[in-house]
């Protein structure tokens, strides 16, 4: 064990944190200071003492990661920043919330040098966490599989703080469960035990023992109260500090620490209250709390040159000595291992594998769910594609998201008759834990790999927020959802979506990919991989469909990457109606189609996989797709909303605007009048006849 090197400077500094938090509050007049005070040594410990990150380079591979889970109490994360020297200047805190500047109301992955991760919905970055532990251990076992664990340059630990909130939110526990499951060793979570909410003390409505919630998930659980001698916290930060010493030498199993603490100390009046959790503190109060430092209650915003000077001194002799070790280590393993150092620049640089036209599949003519189709495709990417990986929240064999053959990420002893665990796995399996799912994809995609996970569509209401980061901080998760539809059949209105394909739309920058057939479910993998800076959901029928004779009255699939296209074009090459469908139903409206065109009537077949991606069109297209003078009628198994933007106002509008019930698919599309005749009846009225 080391010494804890704490002198008086570190003390100040810890103190000018405090104050900087109540500052920026106080300045902008809102935001969550209590928190951000009383919190200040631990992440302070962190930063100055703990981590490997480096101020001059804040996105270097070899950094640990710092999830702040408690979002609302930025001021944590950014005062380090500015102490560290990550780029945030006493400007920026002065700005704190306000328009255009690199402090935000909550810490946004991206937006600040040194955020690792979007945070503010609580309870998300605890999954963040998990995610960026798993991905740590793949990403070793991907580039460097030879090196002993926690030895290689991709190893990292992932240091993450929570309070309250996250505690009692359901996605922790999810995501806390898995992380024992998978052992992650590399996690070393820190809960700011101050049992106070907005609500006030937490007795309310926490009553476990969280901490045994912890022990019995199987994390390694350590605690260590701050309240105890509370005018001598410097010994304090010492015992945290050996805690996370025996913290990071247990390998095998997550760590927790528990800090009891009070919300806001030392103010001198306020501390303990939740009347800091969430609101300015007021200039008598600051006043006081400056003095009791020995600050002067003047002076805002104000940090002692000598405090400053040895933050960033500190923080940068530590990140160059951490840097010269593994900068000679990261050389020493790109020469050794030229293949995987070709991998990881073409994944740094964001190019696809050569090799992956060529695996990806072409389906013949016929049947296929594109659910099974999309399984075919993993399967058979899983060698040009390595950095790809994923699975789903207990239904692999539902959503088709295994890889065939491949072994299963897992730890070697969580193997079952079904599953064989692999360092290098490239099957997850999640538990039925959507909503961790999902914000254990996004950490994993923010790095060196690619994750998709899959579960019914009609659950994608359990992990609505993940999407929803995600396309916030531009990461490219992929959400693979199947079942798409009442196609689902007897399981029953529980279980067939209707307006999630039509809500999930509404997610700025979440591409929506529902996909007519096999092939265009191998072209939307192949333009998901090519996307870097945003998620997609791929949309999949849980039913047969056609498989289009491409090339033969049919447009290749690639054409879907305008987001609508002429599948089949009239007979006259001049549609007098224009059928514009996605998914499942770009059937119905082929079949739709012969029979218009056998009654004289020149139709058009538009297949519409991705409505943002048509959006993105030039006008010229778009009117040459769908023109003006032609009767439109769309047909979607799922709520209307938002197709008149398509079909226009006069346009005919086919959809389920309710919920479904227990009966073969069949007779619930024929009840609800999903159909070609449905089709047929709507173009004429249309035309007037
Ligand atoms: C999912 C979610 N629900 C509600 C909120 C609103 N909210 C912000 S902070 C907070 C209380 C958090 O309590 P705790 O984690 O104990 O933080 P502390 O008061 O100790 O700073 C709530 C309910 C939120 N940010 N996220
Ligand atoms: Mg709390």
Redesign the pocket.
Known sequence: MSTLNWNDLDRRAVDAARVLAADAVEKVGNG?P??AISVAPIAYLLYQKVMNVDPAEPTWLGRDRFVLS?G??SLTQYTELYLAGFGLELADLAQFRTWGSRTPGHPEFGHTAGVECTT????AGVSNAVGFAMAARKERELFDPSATPGESVFDHFVYCIC????ME?GISSEASSLAATQQLGNLIMIY?D?R???EGDTVIALAEDVAARYAAYGWHVQAVDFTNGLTTYEEKVDELYAAIEAAQAVTDRPSFIKVTTV?GWPLPNLAGSEKV??AKIGATEIAALKTRLGLDPAKSFDVADDVIAYTRANAADRAAACRATWDARFAAWAAANPAGKALLDRVLARELPAELDAALPVFPAGQKSTRAASGEVLSALADAVPELWGGSADLAGSNNTTMKGQPSFLPASRGSADWHPAPNGRVLHFGIREHAMGGILNAINSGLTRAYGGTFLVFSDYMRTPPRIAALSHIPSVFVWTHDSVGVGEDGPTHQPVEHVASLRLIPGLDVIRPADANEVAEAWKLILGIHDHPTALILTRQDVTTFDRGHGFAPASEMAKGAYCLVEASTGTPAVVIVATGSEVEIAVAARETLEAGGVPTRVVSAPCLEWYAAQPAEYKAALLPAGAAKVSIEAGVTYGWSEIVGSEGRKIGIDHFGASAAAGTLYTEYGVTWARVVEEAKAALGN
């Not at 309070?163 to 996250?166: I, R």
């Open positions: 969550h209590g928190t408690i609302h109490s503010g919905p609580l309870g309070g309250d909130g996250d939110e700011d101050n106070i909410s907005i919300i959790h969430g």
